[in-house]
């Protein structure tokens, strides 16, 4: 077993703590995260880590870095959505009040990414690791955009498994539904509204989104659920008393590892009439065996598994994966966003005792 003294996890933890109140004072919007990017190479610089950067994505491999060995990457976001309107607090000052520290990104997912940071510098000098271990603090998450973690994978090498960070209590998100956004057009033909004249592009429209709202997948994930399409945008018509000749509607399919994006198109396009335009197929189901080690080391912990029906970088990810952090789904994206001071606390120590269960020769 690896050998640390509790001293050194606190000295961890309050850097941790230290840290994500700089990054909650940095304003980090999703494709504006230059200067939190800074504070992390700062960080890792004050470990007296070295570490790569490409655009706003900062990674950082183990000291004794072994190509023979399998590696496992440890992964969170710095990017943040912009504060809604309700907030009472300043989101960019970094508050603590009743062990609670406030600021936007704090929860999501500021106190999984400073936790994983911590874990990752515990580690770092170890020879005597069965894995190699990657960090990476990566950009545009909350935009699902194409220079965040999508950038640097390529850069990395082959991940055997993986810890996503985002917030879940430290409980165990097995598995996390894919996401699937296609762009229907229903065609017609126009005509004047008065006289017996065209072909009502809504009226086909409806029978589709009919067929969409009430079809249900075969195949239900044991952990996930059933898959879910929802028509959340519908857009026809040009005035009052003209039949359009086109309606569009966009349909939001939360997706299961039951199916591939493709298998899932391919269906919709067997039953509806209108056009199917697939947005992209990038953000696909993830999941990890619960008989996988960092499973059971977290149930030997007493933690719990589930689904998680949100996306996250893990879509990106062609390994298993495994969503666990500190803090609560339910704050994020809220106003006066909070974690507590403890489940920082909580969430270095409890990655720590699940990863010495795995990566330790012990």
């Not at 706003?56 to 943040?80: E, G, Q, V």
């Not at 619960?290 to 996250?312: D, K, N």
Request: charged share 20%; aromatic share 8%.
């Amino acid at each position: 077993m690896i050998s640390q003294t509790t001293s050194r996890q606190q000295a961890l933890t309050e850097s941790a703590i230290s840290l994500l109140k700089q990054l909650i004072a940095t304003p980090s919007f999703s494709r504006e995260e230059d200067k939190t990017a800074l504070l992390i190479e700062q960080f890792l610089t004050d470990q007296s880590i070295p570490f790569r950067r490409k655009k706003n994505n900062i990674w950082a491999y183990n000291r004794y870095f072994d190509p023979a060995k399998p590696t496992l990457l440890l992964n969170s976001h710095h990017d943040t959505v912009k504060p809604n309107p309700s907030w009472t607090l300043d989101p960019f000052e970094p508050l603590v009040q009743d062990e609670k520290l406030y600021g936007l990104g704090s929860n999501d997912a500021g106190g999984c990414l400073v936790s994983l940071l911590a874990t990752f510098c515990y580690f770092y000098d170890h020879s005597d690791l069965q894995y190699n271990i990657v960090m990476a603090a990566t950009a545009e998450e909350e935009i699902s955009g194409r220079e965040g973690l999508e950038m640097i994978v390529d850069d990395l090498p082959p991940i055997s498994f993986a810890i996503v960070g985002e917030p879940t209590e430290m409980q165990l998100a097995v598995a996390e539904k894919g996401l699937l956004v296609i762009d229907c057009t229903a065609h017609g033909r126009s005509g004047h509204a008065a006289r017996n004249e065209g072909e009502n592009a809504i009226y086909k429209a409806i029978q589709d989104i009919n067929w969409l709202t009430t079809y249900q997948f075969p195949k239900v994930s044991p952990t996930l659920g059933p898959i879910k399409m929802s028509v959340t945008i519908i857009n026809a018509g040009t005035q009052h008393n003209v039949v359009p000749d086109a309606c569009t509607f966009t349909v939001d399919i939360r997706v299961t590892e039951q199916y591939t994006l493709e298998e899932i198109i391919e269906t919709i396009r067997q039953h509806i009439s209108s056009e199917v335009k697939p947005r992209s197929i990038r953000l696909k189901p993830s999941s990890i065996p619960v008989e996988h080690p960092i499973v059971q080391a977290g149930l030997a912990m007493g933690r719990t598994t589930y689904g998680s029906p949100t996306t996250s970088d893990q879509a990106l990810l062609n390994c298993p994966s495994l969503k666990c952090g500190p803090g609560h789904s339910g704050r994020s994206h809220t106003a006066n966003e909070f974690i507590y001071l403890r489940e920082i606390e909580e969430g270095v120590k409890g990655y720590i005792a699940m990863l010495e269960q795995v990566v330790s020769n012990g």
